[in-house]
């Protein structure tokens, strides 16, 4: 069963995409439905995007339950040791 929940937001920063090469992504999707391509029943998806630029400015991931929960785990993690100043 597909909850449909989808939660989007703005974000900051840079993706490597296509052909190697880097741009800036100012949105974010993330939903929990069938994978296009991973080997999963159902993930979590994440759509890093800069829809200013068009389609082929997005990266994609797919993760399982487990691997998104360990995921927020080890992004919480670092930045708990990073200094509050740097964090701007």
């Not at 939903?31 to 759509?47: C, G, K, R």
Request: contains cysteine.
């Amino acid at each position: 069963m597909c909850t449909y929940t989808t939660v989007k937001d703005a974000v900051d920063g840079s993706a490597k995409g296509p052909n190697g090469s880097w741009f800036h992504v100012s949105d974010v999707t993330v939903y929990f439905d069938h994978p296009v391509h991973a080997m999963a029943e159902h993930t979590l998806n994440i759509d890093f995007a800069n829809p200013a630029k068009g389609p082929n400015a997005r990266v994609a991931l797919e993760l399982t339950a487990q691997s998104a929960r360990d995921l927020v785990a080890a992004i919480q993690e670092a930045l708990a040791a990073v200094p509050a100043d740097m964090q701007v």
